[in-house]
């Protein structure tokens, strides 16, 4: 019977199993080649590990598009997406596939014909990828199956067996990383393979991985640190950190210019970008930005996170805080007087009027505009940009970050301050650089205030150092999602608690707004509500995967 299974290839034991010819990846850069002869040059290698890059999916998803946080309400509503127990999970599938391609290459490198130092970067980026599948699926299922080569119908005990503890894997996965930082090529180039990008991921993973073991709970709710594994990882990323800092020291003097370039290769704050060109590769966001189907707009707790240009919160600062918008002469609500006095991220991030049911708004060569929350997204338009190539979807070519400066030094900063040895030389270094973007005073370790706001039950610096991550990363590449979960606040998602984060913009002075309200405030819920439930820390394993494998488990509530 288990052999029926294998041959028709479900789940994990397709992907795991090479059975002959019939193996996935004789697909590909394999399609006229078999795996014995294909191994025979780094030109071969480098043409394999090219199927990597596809993981890097830069904005065709994971800009703006990810809803499910405090930052945005979605123009429909972001509910947990893994509310029951499913039957397969794409992430699942595919980061098993992208590890058996990994294991493959790097069984197989050690053949080809060139230098031990050619042979090791090919294996450092196979290595990296291992990683890199290997970190995300341990952030969404905890425990998972793990296999450091590829698998045939010898390895029962592998395929059939239970899962491996979340923390050894992420130890092998530190492994990895460790093997690709000292032997991927030190290059500059910013759209390939470098030393710098794999020390920009790991610094990413080791980051995670160090706050989640220092504020996990057990499953009661109970405080379950691993002191020892945090302060490993955390060392980790800072080290990883300042391997990037000694050689990028310069942002880019455009904070939006990150985001809405139709060419990164000169921009002094990309490690990693990718490149979109026009009819050849494109994505859709900008189109998603400005279209005449509504806006996914931020949040009115995510507008109230940014600081005033005096450097104190909404609730402390001297400068004018009203939040009440006028009417213009062009009939719509401005915001141009909230926006002056605020970090200047926030008006290079929203438009400069509110967009709402009855009183649209058109950027600069747009279409007609209306957002769920009042609140439009300009951050990623570019209006120099022609119009048929702004406002139809598969037509967009500016360029995405997939690594870069900003995440670095916010990386640094909080893992300095989770080890409890941060200075203010090392803020200097790194998040008051940004600061400096924004139009902010310097932040020092002993801070001056203590937010009102601050519900994360976390130092007054830490909070200053996660407000000034939500800020820089606002709508970025699921940040804020997974910010949420490793510091432990995932129930800030729960919109009854917190009803701020589905409420947008108070439009107390246009009457005849015809947008959902609640109170003065534009209401972005459509409707509905989202309830935390602490079993969404994990997402359920695939009841398929169980079927096949009843070792497996289930996670705790599913």
Not at 153 to 159: C, N, Q, T, V
Not at 256 to 271: A, C, K, R, V, W
Not at 394 to 419: D, K
Request: contains cysteine; proline residues 4%.
């Amino acid at each position: 019977m288990k052999r029926n299974i294998l041959s028709i290839g479900l789940g994990i034991l397709s992907l795991f199993i090479l059975v002959g010819c019939d193996s996935i990846l004789d697909k590909g850069p394999l399609d006229k080649f078999s795996n014995e002869n294909y191994w025979t040059s780094a030109a071969n290698a480098e043409g394999y590990s090219n199927v990597f890059y596809n993981e890097f999916s830069g904005y065709a998803s994971l800009f703006y598009f990810t809803t499910l946080s405090d930052d945005q309400a979605g123009q429909s509503f972001a509910d947990w997406g893994h509310k029951t127990s499913l039957v397969s999970n794409g992430t699942w599938s595919s980061n098993y596939t992208e590890i058996r391609r990994a294991n493959i290459m790097i069984e197989n490198v050690p053949k080809i014909d060139a230098t031990d130092a050619v042979k090791n970067h090919w294996i450092g980026v196979a290595r990296l990828m291992r990683a890199y599948e290997y970190s995300r699926l341990v952030r969404m299922f905890g425990d998972v199956p793990y296999a450091d080569k590829t698998l045939d119908i010898s390895d029962e005990g592998i395929l059939y067996g239970p899962r491996t503890n979340r923390d050894e894997v992420m130890d092998r996965v530190l492994e990895d990383l460790n093997f690709a930082v000292a032997n991927i090529n030190d290059v500059t180039s910013k759209i390939t393979w470098s030393r710098n990008m794999a020390q920009a991921m790991k610094a990413d993973i080791c980051l995670f991985e160090g706050t989640f073991r220092k504020y996990r709970k057990t499953e009661d709710g109970q405080p379950a640190p691993d002191a020892a594994g945090a302060t490993k990882f955390l060392t980790e990323c800072k080290n990883a950190c300042s391997a990037i800092m000694d050689k990028f020291s310069t942002l880019n003097a455009s904070y939006q210019g990150n985001y809405n370039s139709t060419d990164l290769s000169g921009n002094p704050e990309m490690i990693f970008y990718k490149a979109y060109r026009q009819t050849i590769l494109t994505h859709s966001l900008i189109a998603y930005i400005c279209s005449s189907t509504q806006i996914s707009g931020m949040s009115m707790d995510a507008f109230n996170a940014y600081l005033f240009t005096d450097g104190k919160p909404l609730a402390l600062t001297s400068q004018d805080k009203n939040v009440i918008a006028p009417m213009d002469a062009d009939g719509h609500l401005s915001l141009v007087n909230m926006l002056s006095v605020r970090d200047k991220r926030l008006s290079q991030t929203i438009d400069p009027v509110l967009m709402y049911v009855g009183n649209s708004f058109a950027r600069s060569g747009g279409m007609e505009m209306t957002s769920s929350t009042g609140f439009g997204v300009c951050k990623y338009d570019n209006i120099t940009i022609p119009a048929e190539f702004r406002r139809n979807t598969g037509s967009n070519y500016t360029h995405a970050p997939i690594f870069w400066l900003a995440v670095v030094y916010l990386n640094y900063a909080e893992a300095c301050a989770e080890l409890g040895s941060i200075t203010n030389a090392d803020l200097d270094r790194s998040i008051n650089k940004l600061r400096d973007r924004a139009g902010l005073p310097h932040l020092t370790t002993t801070v001056g205030f203590d937010d009102p706001a601050n519900n994360h039950g976390v130092s007054s610096l830490l909070w200053e150092i996660r407000r000034e991550r939500r800020c820089e990363l606002m709508f970025d590449n699921w940040f804020r999602y997974w910010d949420l979960i490793r510091w432990h606040q995932l129930d800030k998602l729960n919109s009854t608690a917190y009803p701020n984060i589905l409420l947008g913009a108070d439009v107390s002075n246009d009457p005849a707004c015809s947008a959902p309200m609640k109170g003065n405030s534009i209401d972005g819920s459509k409707g509905m509500v989202r309830e935390y439930d602490k079993k969404y820390y994990l997402y359920p394993i695939p009841t398929g995967q169980i079927d096949l494998n009843p070792q497996l488990g289930q996670n705790p509530g599913w």
